[in-house]
T-cell receptor, first 113, second 115 residues
């Protein structure tokens, strides 16, 4: 167990809808990163939040957005869902000073129909 | 941009035998970190082993060891005395030492362990 939890475990949405995924980081971890893992592929970096501000983004459009809260929880929001958004979404928490120590959650499986 | 390649989509090994998973990467940087992560069916990514590029000595963690060839940009994982619990997806990952950089993952290798 990594101490990182995600909810929900599974989710089914319709194209065009909006979705919010949640992550609860390890206590004391002030940095959270989100990854998208399409079926049969490795995780792709979406963005990172540090002290409630976006601190780096991968090659994802603005309809992917996030929030980080002072209680070490965070959200990933995706607007205008597309079929290609179907994937496993992973969050990983770490402390700013130890970026190599990233602890992953079990992920949320999103299916867009 | 950095890329990570794993040329073996699937591998299998007999229980108690040794298997080696391959990984190559492309980067113009000299200072970076390399990782092997395991993702079992439970989906939770678990760190197996980490290597700092500035260290010549290969990292080892119990039954897991790496062969790090910096000039060849190669980073293979050797699993000795394979156990049924080793069956999982294995991902090779790269992280730049530059501040604020995140992980770049390879496509993964699915390892099956045969009893």
């Amino acid at each position: 167990e990594t101490g990182v939890t995600q909810s929900p475990t599974h989710l089914i949405k319709t194209r065009g809808q909006q979705v919010t995924l949640r992550c609860s980081s390890q206590s004391g971890h002030n940095t959270v990163s989100w990854y998208q893992q399409a079926l049969g592929q490795g995780p792709q970096f979406i963005f990172q939040y540090y002290r409630e501000e976006e601190n780096g983004r991968g090659n994802f459009p603005p309809r992917f957005s996030g929030l980080q809260f002072p209680n070490y929880s965070s959200e990933l929001n995706v607007n205008a869902l597309e079929l290609d958004d179907s994937a496993l979404y992973l969050c990983a928490s770490s402390h700013r000073g130890t970026p190599n120590e990233q602890y992953f959650g079990p992920g949320t499986r999103l299916t867009v129909t | 941009a950095q890329t990570v390649t794993q040329s073996q989509p699937e591998m299998s090994v007999q229980e108690a035998e040794t298997v080696t998973l391959s990984c190559t990467y492309d980067t113009s940087e000299s200072d970076y970190y390399l990782f092997w992560y395991k993702q079992p069916p439970s989906r939770q990514m678990i760190l197996v082993i980490r290597q700092e590029a500035y260290k010549q000595q290969n990292a080892t963690e119990n039954r897991f060891s790496v062969n790090f060839q910096k000039a060849a940009k190669s980073f293979s994982l050797k699993i000795s005395d394979s156990q049924l619990g080793d069956a999982a997806m294995y991902f090779c990952a790269y992280r730049s030492a530059n501040y604020g950089q995140n992980f770049v993952f390879g496509p993964g290798t699915r390892l099956s362990v045969l009893p």
